[in-house]
Structures are given as C-alpha cells and as structure tokens.
Nanobody, 120 residues
C-alpha cells in the first residue's frame, strides 16, 4: 500500500557532504516516526537517526554533530543531511517509516536502500 523511494546516495570524498531523501507515497493517513539505518561492510545494521511525530530525535553517537535528520510533512519525505563524511560512513543506507493507514492500521515500511561511498 505504501512505497518508500530513496535518492541521494553516491560517491564522495572524505570531508564532503551528501543529502539523502526518502519519499513515501500511497495510502497514508499519518506517519508516526521516520528513521535512517545503515549497514556497513562487516558490521551489523545500526540506527543512524530517527525522528518521531513530536519532533524528538535520536542519533547514533558516531554521527552526532555531523548528520541531521529532518522532514517535510506535506511531502511525506524524510531527509538525512550528512556532513564531514568519513570513510567509515560507507554503507547502504535505508529509510524506515511507521505509517498509519486506514482504520488506524500501523505498519513499518522500508526503502530500497541507497549506497553511500566515502573515499579517502
């Protein structure tokens, strides 16, 4: 019922910046929370950043001060601004949204993933 489409990944040199976008479409009444996860080579999936409907945020310690999560409610879109990128940020990044549909039906959806590669 809902599709999440990610964009903005790519190759960047250390110290550079990228902005990831994730737009949701379909049957959406509201979105309770939005977040970004990543899976780096040889590592477990980890939460990068998340934001609730009330605006509270949560960041991984490794990205605090460098990454910023934001949203555009009118567009059902979540963004991840990534600054001062490091090679260890290299990973596949996935967006996630908790969507409320008809009759209060709540379900989590995932984006297709976008590759971020940071060269040294």
């Amino acid at each position: 019922q809902v599709q999440l489409v990610e964009s903005g990944g790519g190759l960047v040199q250390a110290g550079g910046s990228l902005r990831l976008s994730c737009a949701a479409s379909g049957s959406i009444f509201s979105i309770n929370a939005m977040g970004w996860y990543r899976r780096a080579p040889g590592k477990q999936r980890e939460l990068v950043a998340a934001q609730t409907i009330g605006g509270s945020t949560n960041y991984a310690d490794s990205v605090k001060g460098r990454f910023t999560i934001s949203r555009d409610n009118a567009k059902n879109t979540v963004y991840l601004q990534m600054n001062s990128l490091k090679p260890e940020d290299t990973a596949v990044y996935y967006c996630n949204m908790e969507v409320v549909g008809a009759y209060g039906y709540v379900k989590n959806y995932w984006g297709q993933g976008t590759q971020v590669t940071v060269s040294s």
